[in-house]
């Protein structure tokens, strides 16, 4: 697989990583733990060099996973986790990013990871009771010292971004970001560009959408998530079908898939973006390391952006919303 360096950091990844979440949380019941190794190190095997998860997925069995899969191979990757949440009793309780919190989720996340050093290291939402020069200041001081390679910022708002990069350079924001989320477009992805900082989308098939597989008449387990978000009503999917069509048509012409295309779209859009698509199955990672291979005309990317236009509904309900882009 192709390789992309995210902004000017020299940070270097594959074009595509492999975010880990869904193996252990936010989409029904946890994979089978032998299983998702197996999967994690077959992603290596075919190309895949950055690892996403965080301390909230499980919480913590989905950085444990990692840490085992990942150990034979560690001088080889790129392990990605975040800090920020409140965790009590196995649930998230608000936001907590104070200096002493970011050190001891640090630490423990080394632990889990079975690693010395964390490669890249993401506020997971800003904390608005924390200014983020002393969040900044902290990860710095943990770069200082050798548990930390690089910073990261998630779901931020652009002035926070560049309050937390003069402190400490930021060298990655990962954000929704996909055909049917295009709302980093306007102010992130241009202030992104001008500080040199890497951008890594989450949910870039749409949280499953855009692959085709998902109709009005699916239904999802009872703790998946997708069952509060606004988009995934079934009168907004039936709507949104239009979308996958169009992704549909185009996939028939360069004998790829739907979610091929939609991964082609993400990479197209500027060369230091490296989407995270998360799977569960061998196949459908195969599937998207394909998607590297897929090239787009001028023409298919007008389509995809007239279309796009047409999304219905909401993508998370208002409480959720506040907390991205602050």
Avoid at 1 to 19: D, I, P, Q
Avoid at 64 to 72: C, F, I
Avoid at 269 to 276: F, G, R
Wanted: aromatic content about 8%.
């Amino acid at each position: 697989m192709r390789k992309r360096k995210l902004g000017n950091s020299g940070l270097e990844v594959s074009a595509l990583g492999l975010g880990c979440m869904g193996m252990s949380f936010g989409y029904g019941p946890a994979a089978d733990r032998r299983e998702m190794i197996s999967l994690i190190r077959a992603a290596f095997e075919r190309g895949v060099t950055l690892f996403d998860t965080a301390e909230a997925y499980g919480p913590f069995t989905n950085e444990e996973l990692l840490g085992e899969a990942l150990a034979p191979i560690r001088d080889r990757v790129v392990i990605a986790t975040k800090f920020g949440f409140k965790l009590e009793d196995g649930k998230q309780q608000g936001l907590d990013s104070r200096p002493g919190h970011i050190r001891e989720v640090a630490e423990a996340s080394l632990k889990r990871l079975k690693i010395e050093a964390i490669d890249l290291f993401y506020q997971h939402r800003v904390d608005p009771d924390v200014p983020i020069e002393d969040v900044a200041g902290t990860v710095r001081d943990l770069i200082s010292e050798g548990k930390v390679k690089h910073f990261g910022m998630s779901e931020a708002g652009v002035p926070t971004i560049r309050r937390a990069h003069r402190v400490q350079p930021v060298t990655a924001v990962q954000s929704e970001y996909s055909i049917w989320w295009r709302g980093p477009e306007a102010e992130l992805l241009p202030a992104l560009e001008e500080l040199g900082i890497g951008f890594v989308p989450f949910s870039p098939l749409g949280r499953g959408f855009l692959t085709g597989k998902l109709d009005e008449n699916t239904t999802f387990d009872s703790s998946d998530f997708r069952n509060g978000l606004p988009r995934f009503t079934p009168e907004n999917r039936k709507a949104n079908r239009a979308l996958v069509d169009l992704l549909a048509g185009i996939a028939q012409r360069k004998q790829a898939t739907p979610a091929q295309v939609a991964l082609a779209w993400l990479l197209a859009q500027k060369p230091w973006i490296v989407p995270i698509p998360g799977t569960t199955k061998l196949q459908r990672l195969e599937e998207n390391i394909g998607a590297a291979a897929v090239e787009l005309t001028e023409g298919d990317l007008g389509a995809i952006d007239a279309a796009a236009s047409q999304v219905h509904g909401a993508r998370y309900p208002e409480h959720l919303e506040r907390m991205s882009g602050r």
